[in-house]
């Protein structure tokens, strides 16, 4: 969460008026900008899966809606439970959906 929270305050100081105004080039992307929260509806760590019931994930384009997402590492699983917000980063890949950067939200 402190990592987080890190990175997403250096990406609002980065993209903040006057650091564009000194710098023609455009900032690349970051992964807190393609941060999405959701609500941890299913897990299936046998097959390294989970069911977020997310809000809208507007690097893909997606709108809020509940869909099974693959993780590549299944220890990201480990600790979470049914109920539980989580922020992630949603990825297409192909044809299906990854949700990487999966971290509990503390309330």
Known sequence: ???LLSVIALACVLGSPVFA????AAPATSSAA?????????????NQKITLRHGPLANIGMPPMTMVFQVR?????????????????AQ????????????????
């Open 21 to 24: 105004s000194q710098h023609s």
């Open 73 to 89: 590492d299944a220890a990201q699983l480990e600790g979470l439970k049914v109920g539980d917000k989580v922020s992630f980063v």
């Open 1 to 3: 969460m402190k990592n």
């Open 34 to 46: 393609a941060t999405s929260q959701g609500e941890v509806r299913k897990i299936d760590a046998a």
């Open 92 to 107: 297409q890949q192909g044809s299906q959906f990854v949700a990487s950067e999966l971290q509990a939200v503390q309330p």
